[in-house]
């Protein structure tokens, strides 16, 4: 499974490969692209970023919710 989610960055309209761990409420970060300043928060006015952390809250939930390796079956 990715560790990593898109940013879209409403300036330039590129898309950037974030990693899940970074995208938390009070992490900036600048876009390699137009090097626009952008805040990770929940909740964000830019759709851009609100998406974005929406999709890595889910991605960890869904890496929390992974079940343990099941036992082999014979
Ligand atoms: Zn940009």
């Known amino acids: 499974m990715s560790d990593k989610t898109k940013v879209h960055c409403v300036r330039c309209r590129n898309f950037f490969s974030e990693r899940i761990k970074n995208l938390r409420s009070g992490r900036e970060a600048n876009c390699p692209s137009c090097g ?11 759709p851009g970023i609100a998406r974005a952390m929406t999709e890595a809250r889910r991605m960890r939930h869904a890496i929390l919710a992974r079940p343990p390796q099941p036992p082999s079956e014979r």
Request: hydrophobic content about 35%; charged content about 35%.
């Open 36 to 46: 626009r300043l952008i805040i990770y928060e929940e909740g964000s006015a830019d």
